[in-house]
């Protein structure tokens, strides 16, 4: 599977941006597509999952710091998945980047870039 990551891009504190990531494949047979972020001199963290629950449900998790802000959502059809990220906040610079966990094999997306202004 080969992820391309877009969306991302320089916003004032307070505003809003819409992360893509387009995979190559189906999506829908895909346990746990994941955003991760990683700002300098830091570890790359998570930043929300969605894990396939049964045939057709999923099951969203957050990191704490983006409770309430952050929405991870799939559109299986288009093979996308989403991060719409509101409420954005100068901590929140860094390179996103879109993961896929099927089974343990891990895939990877290029990144990209958001920068928060204060």
């Known amino acids: 599977v080969q992820l391309q990551a877009s969306g991302g891009g320089l916003v004032q504190a307070g505003g809003s941006l819409r992360l893509s990531c387009a995979a190559s494949g189906s999506i829908a047979v895909i346990n746990v597509m994941g955003w991760y972020r990683q700002a300098p001199g830091k570890q790359r963290e998570l930043v929300a999952t969605s894990a396939r629950f049964g045939v057709i449900n999923y099951v969203t998790n957050y990191a704490n710091f983006v409770k309430g802000r952050f929405t991870i959502s799939r559109d299986n059809p288009k093979n996308t998945v989403y991060l719409q990220m509101n409420s954005l906040k100068p901590e929140d610079t860094a390179v996103y980047y879109c993961?896929?966990?099927?089974?343990?094999?891990?895939?990877w997306g290029q990144g990209t870039l958001v920068t928060v202004s204060s």
């Open positions: 993961n896929a966990n099927n089974r343990g094999d891990l895939y």
